[in-house]
């Protein structure tokens, strides 16, 4: 069964910092990779994915993420961080061709300090 | 908005209680998904629909859980005779075949 593993549940930061967030996932098959975003009080939203290609992945907001195959991971990273960028970071994994269900890390709560 | 949408947005009920919760995907998506969160974790998988077929059901989803999506467009989630364990968000979102998957914001149920 594919699980996801994110290393840091609490992260706080100084604007400009850089950031670096950790994800593994436990599949060994194919897979799909999402970082999903949660700014307080609204709705997911996709912040990047990869699906095959290109390992380095950029997304939006400046966001982009590598994903190493060898070492089942797909680390979120960003140059400098920006007070609105506090928020809840998922990341997910699901694996082509079959029923497309995701499975999710437990997230890691963003904070930046202005 | 041509978003997911989700309703309601909360439901406070009494331990016991039936309560429905529904979704309305985005109108080409032909996949829909429900999902559980509560508080620390990330999403849980509970049901995908492909048009009006249940073709999957984690076994988190107990048999006093029930969704339907009878014309292949909107979907209900159902839950019999609550129990406080239920607490949580209930989320919903949509697909079209293998892409990714949008979001609803989701419907928190407190069960007292």
């Known amino acids: 069964a594919q699980s996801v593993s994110q290393h840091n549940h609490h992260v706080i930061l100084s604007e400009a910092a850089s950031l670096e967030l950790g994800c593994n996932y436990s599949y060994g098959g194919t897979v799909n990779l999402f970082w999903y975003v949660q700014y307080p009080g609204q709705h997911l939203q996709l912040l990047l994915k990869y699906f095959s290609g290109d390992p380095l992945v950029k997304g939006i907001k400046g966001f982009e993420a590598e994903f190493i195959k060898s070492k089942f991971s797909f680390n979120l990273r960003k140059p400098s961080v920006q007070w609105s960028d506090t928020a809840e970071y998922f990341c997910a994994v699901n694996a082509p061709g079959g029923n497309n269900d995701m499975r999710f890390g437990a997230g890691t709560r963003l904070t930046v300090k202005p | 908005d041509t978003g997911v949408s989700q309703d309601p947005r909360h439901k406070i009920t009494k331990r016991g209680q039936n309560v429905t919760f529904r979704c309305d995907p985005i109108?080409?998506?032909?996949?829909l998904y429900w999902y559980r969160q509560t508080l620390g974790q990330g999403p849980e998988f509970l049901t995908y629909?492909?048009?009006?077929?249940?073709?999957?059901k984690s076994r988190l989803l107990s048999d006093r859980f029930s969704a339907e999506r009878p014309k292949g467009s909107f979907s209900t989630l159902e839950i019999q005779r609550t129990e406080q364990g239920d607490s949580a968000m209930y989320l919903c979102?949509?697909?079209?075949?293998?892409?990714?998957?949008?979001f609803g914001p989701g419907t928190r149920l407190t069960v007292l």
């Open positions: 979102a949509s697909s079209t075949r293998n892409l990714q998957q949008f």
């Open positions: 109108s080409e998506h032909n996949r």
């Open positions: 629909f492909q048009n009006e077929a249940q073709l999957e």
